[in-house]
T-cell receptor, first 116, second 112 residues
Framework: DAGVTQTPRHEVAEKGQTIILKCEPV?????LFWYRQTKIQGLELLSYFRSKSLMEDGGAFKDRFKAEMLNSSFSTLKIQPTEPKDSAVYLCASSDLGGVNTGQLYFGEGSKLTVL | QQKVQQSPESLTVSEGAMASLNCTFS??????FRWYRQHSGKGLEVLVS????GEKEEGRFTAHLNRASLHVSLHIREPQPSDSAVYLC????????????FGQGTSLSVVP
């Protein structure tokens, strides 16, 4: 089975640019998460979808971060406009809630964003 | 929101020695706990999931949970250089996935 796929793996953007990160969850998973990971803050939840419906939008990240789930097998995270403080690794994860593993998260390898 | 204190921040052990990592949660929101490993440039992989007090073993990895003290630990038996990575604990509330919390991570180095 294919795991969670994230593209691009690396992105360099100028301040003020718009960037879009993509995620394909594990086939059949109904829960999808976007996290931001930095050394200082650790993992911070950006968005959480269940069956394509937005359940959590990460509070402090609302203004410039927008996650969408257009269908059950594809999600995007748009950052507009980017700022240098957005430099981080963005992780996507999906879950088989109700499955044998009782909601275990499966993570992609992340998209490393550098904003100059 | 529930907070997680993970320790130590970094740890160096010799190959074959036991490595022990700890997490303490600020309250009892989480019902289920997992330990994750993250190699450099990779995503998180689940090592051990533990849902009740006591211990749970998965190969060389053993997790201990004590709900009364809000404490979960991970012990790595006979660590190898390939185990060098960042280890994170995670807590989940069965009532809502939006209450997932993670520790800051422990950077483990295993030296030959």
């Amino acid at each position: 089975d294919a795991g969670v796929t994230q593209t691009p793996r690396h992105e360099v953007a100028e301040k003020g640019q718009t960037i879009i990160l993509k995620c394909e969850p594990v086939s059949g998973h109904n829960d999808l998460f976007w996290y931001r990971q930095t050394k200082i803050q650790g993992l911070e939840l950006l968005s959480y979808f269940r069956s394509k419906s937005l359940m959590e939008d990460g509070g402090a990240f609302k203004d410039r971060f927008k996650a969408e789930m257009l269908n059950s097998s594809f999600s995007t995270l748009k950052i507009q406009p980017t700022e240098p403080k957005d430099s981080a690794v963005y992780l996507c994860a999906s879950s088989d809630l109700g499955g044998v593993n009782t909601g275990q998260l499966y993570f992609g390898e992340g998209s490393k964003l550098t904003v100059l | 929101q529930q907070k997680v204190q993970q320790s130590p921040e970094s740890l160096t052990v010799s190959e074959g020695a036991m490595a022990s990592l700890n997490c303490t949660f600020s309250d009892g929101t989480s019902d289920n706990f997992r330990w994750y490993r993250q190699h450099s440039g990779k995503g998180l992989e689940v090592l051990v999931s533990i849902f009740s007090d006591g211990e749970k073993e998965e190969g060389r990895f053993t997790a201990h949970l004590n709900r009364a003290s809000l404490h979960v630990s991970l012990h790595i038996r006979e660590p190898q250089p390939s185990d060098s990575a960042v280890y994170l604990c995670g807590g989940e509330a069965s009532s809502s996935f939006s209450k997932l919390v993670f520790g800051q991570g422990t950077s483990l180095s295993v030296v030959p």
